[in-house]
């Protein structure tokens, strides 16, 4: 075989070779500034979904103003809001061909790791009023004390009445925060033991208040200050907090990162930045073949059990009111062919190559920061345990797809294979029978109170669905 010349090596390795590269250094000058626009808008949806409810809320809003409509209202056409109990909704475009034949849904989940309340958390010690919390998803327990908490959530009443909660998030509101030991102390307490004993769940109380009632009398007048307020601000009384839904999230705005405000830090990006990428791209579909879904479920760090959970069949009941706005019978089976025939996205992020930690990695198959959008053949754990593992015949066709319309992209797993892992709700929609793969950005902090994006991912992110919503039926 002849000896290659340089010109020629680089040629047979533009045409055989594959070397991601850096979205940013893929786009043009109009793209890069539709990127720092994004992330504008990127950061105020941060901003606004705070909480699975506030997320929904900001979705519809957004729907709405697109012109989004409920089904079986006088003036739905072919672009369907469906909300369910609050903290799941799906938005939809009817496609020309009939959903019996097949759907295109992205999914993601609006949940993120925080700080739940016990059915019975106000209490005082030393005279001062407390929280008692309980951790949701996995978190690092450390790294939500000593920082600005707020507070945001629902307090049903018992005469049916339900009052929104939003603490400490407003600049003019106070924050909340969980207390720590001072390093002159925690020696014993904390230094010599495990990361996972040193800081225990039973001692992350919220500090709510220090100032009691007006009275000469004994009893736990701070505790008793707090109740008051809450009844003059909200109508509500102590048994009322057994049926409260509030959350204890990071407080403050999400942040540009860096001097060239590239990256954008903030709280629950895992998997916020998937919702938003994933709304963003059905806005602006119109007569596409196949009927488009974004879809938006709840409970997926804890396991995505309960009624609003991929695990519920709130699934199924979408697909026959799809069915039923296009005129077709919603059948058992017009909705079990129809997910049969889907093609799905389950969009979740995965975790970028950290260089300060390159042990974890397996930098070969590590998502890198700013390359594009992820696209993650399986997940799970170990010999991949609770993964869905794609086809790859569908693999083939979504990387045309992108490819054809120029989207950014890596493939990537997430850590070397017995470093842990990790799963999505995948596996929950592949049970249908319907083709499916996870995508989405990568992130630095990935469940931390600061999670870490690159613009240029989300940007890839809203377009590799774009992408895949246009794309045709072959």
């Given at each position: 075989?002849?000896?290659l010349?340089?010109?020629?090596?680089?040629?047979?390795q533009?045409?055989?070779?594959?070397r991601?590269?850096?979205?940013w250094?893929q786009?043009g000058?109009?793209?890069?500034?539709?990127?720092m626009?994004?992330g504008?808008d990127?950061k105020e949806?941060?901003?606004q979904?705070?909480?699975?409810?506030?997320?929904?809320?900001?979705?519809a809003?957004?729907?709405?103003?697109?012109?989004?409509?409920?089904?079986?209202?006088?003036?739905?056409?072919?672009k369907?809001?469906?909300?369910?109990?609050d903290?799941?909704?799906a938005?939809?475009?009817l496609?020309?061909?009939?959903?019996s034949?097949?759907?295109?849904i992205?999914?993601a989940?609006?949940?993120?790791?925080?700080l739940?309340?016990?059915?019975?958390?106000?209490?005082e010690?030393?005279?001062?009023a407390?929280?008692?919390?309980?951790?949701?998803g996995?978190?690092k327990k450390?790294?939500?004390?000593?920082?600005?908490?707020a507070?945001?959530?629902?307090?049903c009443?018992a005469?049916?009445?339900?009052?929104?909660?939003?603490?400490g998030?407003?600049?003019?509101?106070?924050v909340?925060?969980?207390l720590?030991?001072?390093?002159?102390?925690?020696?014993?307490s904390?230094?010599?033991?495990?990361?996972?004993?040193?800081?225990e769940?039973?001692?992350?109380?919220?500090?709510l208040?220090?100032?009691?009632v007006?009275s000469?009398?004994k009893?736990?007048?701070?505790k008793?200050?707090?109740?008051?307020y809450?009844?003059?601000?909200?109508?509500?009384?102590?048994?009322?907090?057994i049926?409260?839904?509030?959350?204890?999230?990071p407080a403050?705005?999400?942040?540009?990162v860096g001097?060239?405000?590239?990256?954008?830090?903030?709280?629950?990006?895992?998997?916020r930045?998937?919702?938003f990428?994933?709304?963003?791209?059905i806005?602006g579909?119109?007569?596409?073949?196949?009927t488009c879904v974004?879809?938006?479920?709840d409970?997926?760090e804890i396991?995505?059990d309960?009624?609003?959970?991929?695990?519920?069949?709130?699934l199924?009941q979408?697909?026959?009111?799809?069915?039923e706005?296009?005129?077709?019978?919603a059948?058992y089976?017009?909705?079990?062919?129809?997910?049969?025939?889907?093609?799905a996205i389950?969009a979740?992020?995965n975790?970028?190559f950290?260089?300060?930690f390159?042990e974890?990695h397996e930098?070969r198959?590590?998502?890198?920061?700013g390359?594009?959008?992820?696209?993650?053949k399986?997940?799970?754990?170990?010999?991949?345990y609770?993964?869905?593992?794609?086809?790859?015949?569908?693999l083939?066709w979504?990387?045309k797809?992108?490819d054809r319309?120029?989207v950014?992209?890596?493939?990537?797993?997430?850590?070397?294979?017995?470093?842990?892992?990790?799963?999505?709700i995948?596996?929950?929609?592949?049970?249908?029978?319907?083709?499916?793969?996870d995508a989405?950005p990568?992130?630095?902090?990935?469940?931390?109170?600061?999670e870490i994006?690159?613009?240029?991912?989300?940007?890839a992110?809203?377009?590799?669905?774009?992408?895949?919503f246009?794309?045709?039926?072959k």
């Amino acid at each position: 075989m002849a000896k290659l010349s340089k010109k020629q090596l680089a040629s047979l390795q533009k045409k055989l070779a594959r070397r991601p590269k850096p979205a940013w250094d893929q786009a043009g000058p109009a793209v890069r500034e539709e990127i720092m626009s994004l992330g504008e808008d990127y950061k105020e949806f941060l901003d606004q979904a705070k909480t699975e409810r506030m997320a929904v809320q900001a979705v519809a809003k957004m729907a709405r103003r697109a012109g989004f409509k409920t089904p079986g209202s006088k003036t739905a056409g072919r672009k369907l809001l469906v909300p369910y109990k609050d903290k799941v909704i799906a938005l939809a475009v009817l496609g020309r061909r009939k959903p019996s034949a097949g759907l295109r849904i992205i999914g993601a989940h609006s949940d993120a790791p925080r700080l739940d309340l016990k059915m019975h958390p106000l209490y005082e010690d030393q005279e001062l009023a407390f929280l008692k919390t309980h951790y949701y998803g996995g978190i690092k327990k450390y790294q939500w004390l000593a920082r600005p908490l707020a507070i945001h959530g629902v307090i049903c009443r018992a005469d049916g009445q339900t009052v929104q909660v939003h603490l400490g998030d407003d600049p003019a509101d106070p924050v909340f925060t969980l207390l720590d030991l001072l390093p002159h102390l925690s020696r014993k307490s904390q230094g010599q033991k495990k990361v996972s004993v040193a800081f225990e769940a039973e001692r992350m109380n919220l500090l709510l208040a220090g100032l009691p009632v007006d009275s000469d009398q004994k009893g736990e007048k701070v505790k008793l200050a707090v109740l008051q307020y809450l009844n003059r601000k909200y109508g509500v009384v102590e048994a009322d907090l057994i049926s409260a839904e509030l959350e204890i999230v990071p407080a403050g705005p999400a942040r540009d990162v860096g001097l060239d405000r590239c990256m954008v830090g903030g709280y629950g990006q895992d998997d916020r930045a998937c919702c938003f990428s994933a709304v963003r791209a059905i806005l602006g579909v119109k007569n596409p073949a196949v009927t488009c879904v974004s879809l938006l479920v709840d409970k997926e760090e804890i396991g995505s059990d309960g009624s609003t959970g991929a695990k519920s069949r709130f699934l199924e009941q979408l697909t026959a009111t799809l069915l039923e706005a296009a005129g077709e019978k919603a059948s058992y089976l017009n909705v079990t062919r129809a997910l049969a025939e889907t093609r799905a996205i389950s969009a979740d992020v995965n975790a970028a190559f950290d260089p300060d930690f390159p042990e974890v990695h397996e930098k070969r198959n590590a998502a890198y920061l700013g390359y594009g959008v992820t696209l993650t053949k399986y997940t799970g754990s170990g010999g991949k345990y609770g993964a869905s593992d794609a086809n790859p015949e569908y693999l083939a066709w979504l990387r045309k797809v992108w490819d054809r319309a120029k989207v950014p992209w890596q493939a990537a797993g997430m850590g070397k294979i017995d470093e842990g892992g990790g799963g999505t709700i995948a596996k929950l929609l592949a049970v249908y029978g319907m083709e499916i793969v996870d995508a989405g950005p990568a992130l630095f902090n990935m469940h931390s109170p600061f999670e870490i994006s690159h613009k240029a991912d989300i940007h890839a992110t809203v377009k590799a669905f774009e992408a895949f919503f246009a794309a045709g039926l072959k």
